[in-house]
């Protein structure tokens, strides 16, 4: 079946148009990293934690993203989230997880210290009629990938609540509006004491994941990290 699809669909990279693959290697070392920032200033921080002074109670304790949203990774995110081109989520977890064993970020070490014990993967979520629409949540798919991936436990335990509009091409304060209170935890879920890989695909200004981390934090979460691909 895989090899008939092969045949049909050829994979291409998205980056150079090569066949036979998703993300050739040249353009994966492409990839610009972006400087590692408080989540909350947006200032730079070491390991992108959220620097002491900025903390609050209900907020983020850091972020981390793979890279810049631009060039290869920007097209191989679009693709994976408007074309439907599932399989450049793994691809996209392979190249996170190679990234993370070569640099051991700080949010990494933070996990092993426990073994992985405590840490849930959570992705942010699709409003049904988006996701029913879309066929698929990007940042769920990928958030499942890399739990498997970091021996990690992954639910699906935030919910949409309301209907939202895009945040693309709103200002910040429009974004932050256009989210409050749109998420809510479902009861079938306990994350009280638990810490959290928040996971979503582009982080701009942060309102959504800050808006889940409040949402999380107030069911009892005691940390919550901001994982993305791009920013």
């Given at each position: 079946m895989n090899l008939l699809l092969d045949l049909l669909f050829p994979k291409k990279c998205v980056g150079c148009g090569k066949?036979?693959?998703h993300f050739c290697q040249d353009c994966v070392s492409n990839i610009l990293q972006a400087d590692l920032v408080c989540p909350s200033c947006e200032k730079l921080a070491i390991g992108g934690q959220t620097h002491p002074i900025c903390k609050k109670r209900?907020?983020?304790?850091?972020?981390?993203?793979?890279?810049?949203y631009r060039g290869s990774l920007r097209e191989a995110i679009k693709q994976l989230k408007y074309s439907r081109v599932q399989g450049l989520a793994e691809t996209l977890v392979d190249i996170l997880v190679e990234?993370?064993?070569?640099?051991?970020?700080?949010?990494?070490?933070?996990?092993?210290?426990?073994?992985?014990?405590?840490?849930?993967?959570?992705?942010?979520?699709?409003?049904?009629?988006?996701?029913?629409n879309?066929?698929?949540?990007?940042?769920?798919?990928?958030?499942?990938?890399?739990?498997?991936?970091?021996?990690?436990?992954?639910?699906?335990?935030?919910?949409?609540?309301?209907?939202?509009s895009s945040q693309v091409g709103l200002k910040r304060g429009d974004r932050k509006n256009n989210v409050r209170d749109a998420?809510?935890?479902?009861?079938?879920?306990?994350?009280h004491n638990?810490?959290?890989?928040?996971?979503?695909?582009v982080w701009t200004t942060g309102s959504t994941l800050k808006?889940?981390?409040?949402?999380?934090?107030?069911?009892?979460?005691?940390?919550?990290?901001?994982?993305?691909?791009?920013k």
């Amino acid at each position: 079946m895989n090899l008939l699809l092969d045949l049909l669909f050829p994979k291409k990279c998205v980056g150079c148009g090569k066949f036979d693959t998703h993300f050739c290697q040249d353009c994966v070392s492409n990839i610009l990293q972006a400087d590692l920032v408080c989540p909350s200033c947006e200032k730079l921080a070491i390991g992108g934690q959220t620097h002491p002074i900025c903390k609050k109670r209900f907020g983020l304790d850091g972020l981390w993203s793979l890279g810049i949203y631009r060039g290869s990774l920007r097209e191989a995110i679009k693709q994976l989230k408007y074309s439907r081109v599932q399989g450049l989520a793994e691809t996209l977890v392979d190249i996170l997880v190679e990234y993370w064993a070569k640099y051991q970020p700080f949010v990494l070490e933070q996990i092993k210290r426990n073994r992985g014990e405590g840490w849930v993967v959570i992705p942010v979520p699709l409003h049904w009629w988006r996701a029913n629409n879309r066929g698929f949540n990007q940042s769920s798919l990928f958030g499942q990938m890399l739990s498997k991936k970091l021996g990690l436990d992954y639910c699906d335990s935030l919910k949409r609540i309301r209907y939202t509009s895009s945040q693309v091409g709103l200002k910040r304060g429009d974004r932050k509006n256009n989210v409050r209170d749109a998420f809510s935890l479902n009861t079938k879920y306990s994350i009280h004491n638990t810490n959290v890989l928040l996971i979503d695909d582009v982080w701009t200004t942060g309102s959504t994941l800050k808006e889940c981390c409040y949402a999380l934090k107030r069911a009892g979460a005691k940390k919550v990290w901001a994982l993305t691909l791009a920013k």
